[in-house]
């Protein structure tokens, strides 16, 4: 498991720019990324490599902050990789909220971020599967 | 229960009436001896003072208007030569040329005394640290509201608006146990004291008196809660004395209207028809008292009711209603009036909404167009766009059935929307009608 931190930004010209220089500001490094936008408003989704300070540091800057448990998965970069797991996942009954990818540091995996209705299901389903999740030091130091 | 001056405060029925047409009786014969402006108008309208018989002939009498005011600008309403007025207070003219008053020495003892009224009945004694944070200037609420408060003999603290961290600190260093200030100040000054760390138990405040804006029943529950005070609503406006003009008992059912010095009408905005007591409408006053600026039942603008019941107090003067909102505040979507106090009142019943908000008015092609801006607190904020988008649903649903009028809504940052040190600004109207 591991914690990503969500943040609220209004749809405004500068918004994503001021929140990711607070962090480069305060020497938080971020490790992987996702936005949800909709008209009015996106949820940007950070992996960071200090959660806590970084949680921390967007609230002092008045931004609308949680952070969220995650889970992140090591999936093969080839093809049918990501399909494995989740038909893994669907033979479970395992509802995904949603999911981003990123590239690991080896060359033949894919690290995929995975927001779950139940999470201490998915990681007995997991382990049981042998689906191999990152542990949160792990993907913080990447 | 405790009274400044019980005398007058429960004065029965009767007698307070005979005072009343005594004093309307004389304030009609100086206007209409002394002010060109309302002879004029009397004259017009075929009225003389000897026709002023009972208090129902109050209604025989024209109405004054801000635009009277204006059109007399600066001291063309006085009854009384400069020598004798002692203060002139001044609107800001935000909305046009700014409209004059003006004060005797006894029309400021007068003031005085109902601000001292007002404290006492919202708990206040000599033993209060009374922490002024209404604008000291033109503005009639910082003065007034001073002047009460030493009266009573309470230690003052002229602290003026702004500067919210020194306000806090002032706060925490010298006791202060009443807050005078608007609403929307006071919440912001919470959220300042959570920035600086700051926990109500660190404060000795135990009532804040606050007006100057309309303000819901659900504002003043999220004031008490978030502040751990009572808080009192007071009405005045500059046009009839200022702050004092009525204030809230420890039963909060309505403001007294000091009767002995005022007298409060309801009408239909529209057709000007007085209504009777209990009805909502525009509040018109007329003062009985003063010397300097007397004014004849004057339109306030001001969305009301009167209750002539007796209060639990004792206090036997008039109450108005909370109001409700000022018909120029008020805003008509496709039709339908809308306040920004009925927007306030929808928010504050959704747990987690702050009561910060803003109206945005447009108009897409011929259609009115209304946008609620608000802010998302750490509390309703949820990672999961499908969470966020069915909480802006479930806003809008409770807006439309209260407001008669779909609404969009917006979530915005919090802190994104202006604080306001004076009156919150609340309405941004783009329409160009």
């Known amino acids: 498991m591991a914690k990503q931190i969500s943040v609220f930004l209004e749809n405004k010209a500068g918004r994503l720019s001021h929140v990711t220089r607070v962090l480069g500001d305060a020497g938080i490094n971020i490790r992987a990324l996702s936005i949800a936008d909709t008209s009015d408003f996106g949820i940007l989704r950070i992996i960071v490599n200090d959660p806590a300070r970084a949680y921390r540091i967007l609230k002092d800057a008045n931004f609308t902050v949680s952070e969220t448990e995650v889970i992140a998965v090591q999936v093969s970069d080839s093809p049918g990789g990501l399909a494995a797991v989740l038909e893994q996942m669907s033979e479970a009954n395992l509802n995904i909220e949603y999911l981003y990818a990123f590239l690991g540091t080896s060359e033949n995996d894919a690290l995929v971020v995975f927001k779950v209705e139940d999470m201490d299901k998915t990681c007995i389903t997991f382990k049981e599967k042998g689906i191999k999740f990152i542990d949160e030091k792990q993907l913080y130091e990447l | 229960m405790s009274y400044w001056d019980k005398e007058k405060e429960c004065m029965p029925r009767k007698e307070l009436e005979e005072l009343q047409l005594r004093r309307l009786k004389e304030t009609v014969y100086r206007v209409y001896t002394f002010v060109p402006a309302y002879k004029e108008k009397m004259d017009e309208a075929g009225i003389k003072p000897e026709d002023i018989k009972s208090l129902k002939d109050l209604q025989k009498l024209p109405f004054t208007t801000k635009q009277d005011l204006r059109d007399n600008y600066p001291f063309g309403l006085f009854a009384l030569p400069m020598s004798e007025v002692v203060r002139i207070h001044s609107s800001s003219g935000t909305t046009g040329k700014p409209t004059v008053v003006g004060y ?203 209750d002539k019941n007796v209060c639990h107090c004792g206090r036997t003067h008039v109450r108005m209603q909370k109001v409700l909102g000022r018909s120029d505040d008020m805003v008509i979507i496709r039709g339908v009036n809308v306040f920004p106090s009925m927007v306030e009142s929808v928010l504050l019943n959704i747990p987690g909404v702050e009561p910060h908000y803003l109206l945005i008015v447009d108009r897409k092609g011929n259609l009115d167009q209304l946008e609620v801006q608000v802010e998302v607190s750490e509390q309703l904020f949820s990672d999961e766009v499908r969470k966020l988008e069915e909480l802006g649903a479930i806003i809008a649903k409770e807006m439309e059935s209260a407001l008669g009028v779909n609404a969009r809504i917006r979530l915005v940052e919090p802190k994104s929307i202006e604080r306001s040190e004076g009156k919150a600004k609340r309405v941004i109207d783009r329409r160009n009608i």
Request: with cysteine.
């Open chain 2, 104 to 306: 005797s020495k006894k029309d400021i003892d007068i003031w005085s005394e109902l601000m001292a009224r007002a404290l006492t009945s919202a708990g206040a004694t000599r033993y209060s640290v009374i922490q002024n944070a209404y604008g000291y200037g033109l503005f009639t609420g910082g003065l007034g509201i001073h002047y009460g408060a030493e009266k009573i003999a309470a230690s003052v603290i002229p602290s003026s608006g702004g500067n919210t961290r020194r306000q806090i600190m002032l706060m925490q260093d010298f006791g202060t146990t009443e807050l005078t200030c608007t609403p929307s100040y006071a919440l912001f000054m919470h959220e300042v004291m959570q920035e600086m760390g700051i926990e109500p138990s660190d404060l000795k405040l135990r009532a804040g008196i606050f007006g100057a804006e309309p303000w819901s029943e659900n504002m003043r529950r999220e004031i008490e809660h978030k502040l751990e005070i009572d808080a009192y609503d007071i009405y005045g406006l500059s046009e009839i004395i200022g702050p004092g003009v009525a204030i809230e008992c420890a039963n909060k059912q309505g403001l007294h209207i000091a009767e002995d010095h005022f007298l409060a009408e309801i009408i239909d905005p529209v057709s000007e028809e007085v209504l009777d007591d209990g009805s909502q409408g525009e509040l018109v006053i007329t003062t009985i008292s003063k010397e300097a600026l007397p004014i004849i039942r004057y339109r306030t603008r001001d969305l009301t009711s009167l």
